[in-house]
């Protein structure tokens, strides 16, 4: 059978923590990637821009999707972010990025550097920008990244700077 499973899972130490530290952020037509050799890249050529992030304020998930009755399977990937003050600069990167098929690599804080839509790329699906309420209020960007995939997210060995 070409689906047998070939590994078992153990509880190791307690020594990874939650949340993203940084993305990665590209034109998709820009950037090529190695292929993808049991799960990772090796590198990735082209342009990416940083966007570094307050602590606690980004994550990704992953989502799989199987049909018995269709025999299919894909996996949703979507990363949320939060950039603080609004700016004009901002503003227009954002108009950007909504027009854009995007190439992103997240970096959590385990130091992992995961490659989101390496096939089919990258869409900026929601954002919304606030001036907040009460002063200690969220005045910037909240956006919303996501992809369909044939295989699970991927991570990259090579280590962006």
């Not at 034109?27 to 990637?33: A, K, R």
């Not at 940083?50 to 994550?59: D, F, G, M, R």
């Not at 018995?68 to 004009?88: M, N, V």
């Not at 009460?134 to 960007?141: H, I, P, S, T, V």
Request: proline share 2%.
């Amino acid at each position: 059978m070409a689906c047998a499973l070939t590994a078992g899972y153990t509880l190791g130490c307690k020594d990874s923590v939650g949340g993203i530290k940084h993305v990665h952020i590209a034109n998709q037509s820009s950037i090529t990637y190695d292929a993808v050799v049991a799960g990772a890249v090796a590198t990735v050529a082209g342009t990416f821009f940083k966007y570094e992030l307050p602590i606690n304020t980004a994550q990704f998930t992953e989502t799989v999707t199987s049909s018995e009755q269709t025999g299919t399977t894909f996996y949703t990937t979507e990363l949320t972010i939060q950039l603080p003050k609004l700016t004009a600069t901002l503003r227009n990167e954002l108009k950007l990025m909504a027009q854009a098929k995007l190439a992103v690599v997240a970096t959590d804080r385990n130091g992992v550097q995961w490659i989101l839509g390496y096939e089919n790329g990258v869409n900026l699906t929601t954002g919304t920008g606030a001036t907040g309420t009460a002063m200690g209020d969220l005045n910037g960007l909240t956006l919303t990244f996501s992809t369909n995939e044939t295989s699970p997210i991927v991570t990259l060995a090579e280590i962006l700077p």
